[in-house]
């Protein structure tokens, strides 16, 4: 079973701009979350989706928005770029809605530098 | 609310030896706690979870944590430590009620010395 896919791996923007990454969970999966590393914060926690609706979302500005799909697949959306938000973007999968326990898998990420 | 503490941003230790990496999280019921490492470039890779059943909890690559309630620790060992054991690991915890939002340690990186 193919693991999560994320695309692109690399990502190269400047100020200002807008940003769209991708992220194809585990199949079968219907949960699929997102986060942001860095060496300064640590991986963060953005937001959650479940079955197309946001369950969950962490402490971060209106800039970064999310949605997910009727087959799962889920993109995130960073608007109005700035250097701070150069990070790496991590998505994850897991099977259940609202389990706790559930293992989420992750995809290796999206590495995002914003000049 | 809930929180991880990692002690210790580095940890060294020569191959063969002991590999002892500490967790504490604080939280008014215990949550559910894992255990995640990440090599370079790569996502993170889960090596354990704890969810109420048996307090040691035996995971990937030789590696096992045991849940002290008293403690409220979570620490992750492994008897003797390989060179592929190098990596960055994270402590994460998820609350059992309500929001069910995954918080990590700042995570503890690892170095084995040949």
């Known amino acids: 079973k193919a693991g999560v896919t994320q695309t692109p791996r690399y990502l190269i923007k400047t100020r200002g701009q807008q940003v769209t990454l991708s992220c194809s969970p585990i199949?079968?999966?219907?949960?699929v979350s997102w986060y942001q590393q860095t060496p300064g914060q640590g991986l963060q926690f953005l937001f959650e989706y479940f079955s197309e609706t946001q369950r969950n979302k962490g402490n971060f500005p209106g800039r970064f928005s999310g949605r997910q799909f009727s087959n799962s697949r889920s993109e995130m959306n960073v608007s109005t770029l700035e250097l701070g938000d150069s990070a790496l973007y991590l998505c994850a999968s897991s099977l259940t809605s609202g389990g706790a326990a559930d293992t989420q898998y992750f995809g290796p990420g999206t590495r995002l530098t914003v000049l | 609310a809930q929180s991880v503490t990692q002690l210790g941003s580095h940890v060294s230790v020569s191959e063969g030896a002991l590999v002892l990496l500490r967790c504490n999280y604080s939280s008014s019921v215990p949550p559910y706690l894992f255990w995640y490492v990440q090599y370079p470039n790569q996502g993170l890779q889960l090596l354990l979870k704890?969810?109420?059943?048996?307090?040691l909890v035996k995971g990937i690559n030789g590696f096992e944590a045991e849940f002290k309630k008293s403690e409220t620790s979570f620490h992750l060992t492994k008897p003797s430590a390989h060179m592929s054991d190098a990596a960055e690991y994270f402590c994460a915890v998820t609350p059992n009620t309500g929001g069910f939002k995954t918080i990590f340690g700042a995570g503890t990186r690892l170095f084995v010395k040949a």
């Open positions: 704890y969810t109420s059943a048996a307090t």
């Open positions: 199949s079968g999966h219907r949960s």
